[in-house]
Structures are given as C-alpha cells and as structure tokens.
C-alpha cells in the first residue's frame, strides 16, 4: 500500500484558496492547506528513505516545488 493525497483544483475553491488553506467566503485561514500536505509529505520523506508516497495533482505540486 502506498499513500496518496487527493486535492481536486479549482472543485469549490480557487487553486490558490486549496494551496493557502483559506476560506473562498470570508478569506479566513483553516486548518487544512495542500501547501501544509506537501511540506508534511517530504519532510517525512526525507526522514525515512523507505517510505513512499504518490502525488497526481501537479498544478499544486509545481506551486509548492517553484515556491
């Protein structure tokens, strides 16, 4: 088994609001941002060469990777 995240852009927010983690209503920050996810992701990469991990949604990937 190997785990993944699933982030649809553009669903009900904008890319940037998923990417941020902001609400498409008032603009307050929430909890879950896909930036938050990816750094998670390689930081526990890094830490442990064994795990792996798939990624599909390159829009937020090559925002977090250019940033």
Known sequence: ???HSHE????VKT?????????SAS???VHASVRNILDTV???LEADS????TY???AFFTKW???
């Open 8 to 11: 649809d852009a553009g669903w």
């Open 1 to 3: 088994m190997i785990p």
């Open 27 to 29: 603009g307050d920050p």
């Open 42 to 44: 390689i930081n526990e």
């Open 50 to 53: 064994s795990r792996k991990f």
């Open 65 to 67: 990777y250019n940033s």
């Open 56 to 58: 599909v949604e390159m």
């Open 15 to 23: 890319l940037d609001e998923y990417y941020q983690g902001t609400n």
